[in-house]
């Protein structure tokens, strides 16, 4: 038998670095991170708003936007058909930036960047944790039930 497999429940336990939840504290962690979800989710939508208002999608040769994919950066760059034959996803670099010439521009894109950059971080790190709990929820679930079955 290994090392592992061999230890009782609370030695392996004081091996991980994360403290044990029980399946009602995983639905109740969820259950916070699904509400801080949406709130993130919604100051998404408030900072697209926030640049449309600040720079016009004409006016501009990329745009920020909101992607609802399963990569978990929810804010992307993206370059704008009106100043490109085709709309794909950009890095914010110097050679975008060249096209702010505005030192108040430049500043405003700058603090739009770090928002981003900001929210994405936060919300992958919810969006993540909750696939992970929902995981773990799910297979502590169907081990519960192995286990009924096995002690018949």
């Given amino acids: ?22 399946i009602s504290e995983a639905k109740l962690k969820l259950f916070d991170l699904e509400n801080e979800k949406e709130r993130l989710k919604d100051l998404t939508v408030t900072l697209v708003e926030e640049w449309k208002r600040n720079f016009p999608r004409a006016s501009v040769p990329i745009y920020l936007t909101r992607v609802s994919d399963k990569s978990l950066t929810t804010l992307r760059w993206k370059r704008s058909k009106t100043h490109n034959e085709k709309a794909s996803q950009v890095i914010l670099d110097s050679s975008t930036m060249d096209y702010f010439h505005i030192a108040e521009h430049r500043k405003l894109v700058y603090k739009f960047e770090s928002l981003r950059l900001d929210l994405n971080y936060q919300l992958s790190i919810v969006l993540y944790t909750i696939q992970r709990l929902d995981a773990y929820i799910s297979g502590s679930n169907v081990l519960s039930v192995l286990r009924n079955a096995t002690d018949d």
């Fill in 1 to 22: 038998m290994s090392h592992l497999v061999s230890l009782s429940t609370r030695d392996w336990r004081k091996q991980l670095k994360f403290p044990h939840v029980t």
